[in-house]
């Protein structure tokens, strides 16, 4: 499994397949924010701003998790290779 560093020390996220995703509370107690494109819903919590995951559609339409590893307990972040990802020339 790769790391993509969206945002250095800001978000390390694990993309995978939605069903591959298990929630422990549902997403529906979270708010989400959709920009640009529409296509990705960040859900993030009203109260402390922590953005955990998000669900979307890939540039071929598939649908995709990502999970910020950031959020997740006993993760060796430096364990895990990174990719680095432009998303601003994306």
Not at 29 to 37: E, I, Q
Not at 47 to 70: D, I, L, M, Q
Not at 72 to 90: H, K, Q, T
Request: net charge positive.
């Amino acid at each position: 499994m790769q790391l993509l560093a969206l945002q250095p020390q800001r978000l390390s996220a694990v993309v995978r397949a939605p069903a591959s995703v298990r929630l422990v509370t549902p997403a529906s107690g979270m708010s989400t924010y959709r920009f640009n494109k529409h296509v990705i819903s960040h859900h993030f919590c009203a109260n402390c701003g922590c953005a955990p995951f998000g669900f979307g559609v890939g540039p071929k339409g598939e649908e995709t998790a990502a999970v910020n590893v950031r959020c997740l307990e006993n993760v060796d972040l430096n364990a895990w290779p990174r990719i680095p990802y432009d998303g601003r020339s994306v």
